[in-house]
C-alpha cells in the first residue's frame, strides 16, 4: 500500500504562482511513474505532468513552459510548480503514483485562480 498525500493548493491571482507538494508513505520513486492530474467541475479529470522512475517528464500541452514536475527522493515527496497562472487552471490537483498494475491516489488539493 501507498498513501499520498497532497498540500500547496488554494487562492492565486491570475498570473501568480503556487508549489503543490505530494508526500508518499515510502520510497517507490525507484519503480513509480509519479503524476499530476486535475479535474474542474463539470469536467474531465486530465493528465498535466508526469514524471517517470528514470526522471523524465511528461507534460500536457495546455501547461507546458508554466508547470515543472519534480522530486526529492530523500523526502520521497513530488512537486508542482506552477507559475504564470490563469483561471483555467482552476480545478482540484490530484497526485497518483503508479507501477502499471496498481494505482495510487491522493485526496486531492484544490486550486483556485481568480482575482
Known amino acids: 500500500q501507498v498513501q499520498l498525500v497532497e498540500s500547496g493548493g488554494g487562492l492565486v491571482q491570475p498570473g501568480g504562482s503556487l508549489r503543490l507538494s505530494c508526500a508518499a508513505s515510502r520510497d517507490i520513486f525507484s519503480i513509480y511513474t509519479m503524476a499530476w492530474f486535475r479535474q474542474a467541475a463539470g469536467k474531465q479529470r486530465e493528465l498535466v505532468a508526469l514524471?517517470?522512475?528514470?526522471?523524465?517528464?511528461n507534460y500536457a500541452d495546455s501547461v507546458k513552459g508554466r508547470f515543472t514536475i519534480s522530486r526529492d527522493n530523500a523526502k520521497n515527496t513530488v512537486y508542482l510548480q506552477m507559475n504564470s497562472l490563469k483561471p483555467e487552471d482552476t480545478a482540484v490537483y490530484h497526485c497518483?503514483?503508479?507501477?502499471?498494475?496498481?494505482?495510487?491516489w491522493g485526496q486531492g488539493t484544490q486550486v483556485t485562480v481568480s482575482s
Open positions: 497518483r503514483a503508479t507501477d502499471g498494475l496498481r494505482n495510487y
Open positions: 514524471i517517470i522512475s528514470d526522471g523524465s517528464t
